[in-house]
T-cell receptor
Framework: NAGVMQNPRHLVRRRGQEARLRCSPVKGHSHVYWYRQLPEEGLKFMVYLQKENIIDESGMPKERFSAEFPKEGPSILRIQQVVRGDSAAYFC?????????????FGEGSRLTVL | AQKITQTQPGMFVQEKEAVTLDCTYDTSDPSYGLFWYKQPSSGEMIFLIYQGSYDQQNATEGRYSLNFQKARKSANLVISASQLGDSAMYFCAMTSSTGANSKLTFGKGITLSVRP
């Protein structure tokens, strides 16, 4: 997986709780992407961040979801007041640069289950 | 908007034989990139191969080759000499070269099962 580390790998939450998913990109990569994969589906783009900046959040739900990539530390995807429909695998990917030909290195995903 | 279509049902192939996984795409961008990823049962996404829309030759990476037919808007993945470890979900994806980022649009995937 080329060094992208995601944790936790599995997370269980009850409806109404908060979920925080962490992603440490490949060392030296300053571009981070979050994707969501629902069961039996392909990955859907959520948000693209560079250090301290959100570049493209066109795939993020308008409410309850937020993402950050601080100057120091991992990128965080935060889901407030989770609902059953948030159950999915959340993948983080990083690249050393933006641009369409940049290969994305994916983490192993964080699987969220909402009871 | 970009769209990737993968409509094959689950695919089966005999070990050591070749198999083609279909992918068609739609985009209005003049320049774009096409990718294939493998997702085994363990869940991680593994990059396999990349094809740029202006590349003159079809991409190859070991046992993987991409049969790129621009006029037909297809980007089929060919796996030669299938191995048991090739059993997985396979996703076709694309991105726009005119955009400022590597945002990928994925298809729904194809399940490949390799029989011994």
């Amino acid at each position: 997986n080329a060094g992208v580390m995601q944790n936790p790998r599995h997370l269980v939450r009850r409806r109404g709780q908060e979920a925080r998913l962490r992603c440490s990109p490949v060392k030296g990569h300053s571009h981070v992407y979050w994707y969501r994969q629902l069961p039996e589906e392909g990955l859907k783009f959520m948000v693209y961040l560079q250090k301290e900046n959100i570049i493209d959040e066109s795939g993020m739900p308008k409410e309850r979801f937020s993402a950050e990539f601080p100057k120091e530390g991992p990128s965080i995807l935060r889901i407030q007041q989770v609902v059953r429909g948030d159950s999915a695998a959340y993948f983080c990917a990083s690249s050393p640069r933006g641009g369409a030909t940049g290969e994305l290195f994916f983490g192993e995903g964080s699987r969220l289950t909402v009871l | 908007a970009q769209k990737i279509t993968q409509t094959q049902p689950g695919m089966f192939v005999q070990e050591k034989e070749a198999v083609t996984l279909d992918c068609t795409y739609d985009t209005s961008d003049p320049s774009y990139g096409l990718f294939w990823y493998k997702q085994p049962s363990s869940g991680e996404m593994i990059f396999l191969i990349y094809q740029g829309s202006y590349d003159q030759q079809n991409a190859t990476e070991g046992r993987y080759s991409l049969n790129f037919q621009k006029a037909r808007k297809s980007a089929n993945l060919v796996i030669s000499a299938s191995q048991l470890g090739d059993s997985a979900m396979y996703f076709c994806a694309m991105t726009s070269s005119t955009g400022a980022n590597s945002k990928l649009t994925f298809g729904k995937g194809i399940t490949l099962s390799v029989r011994p």
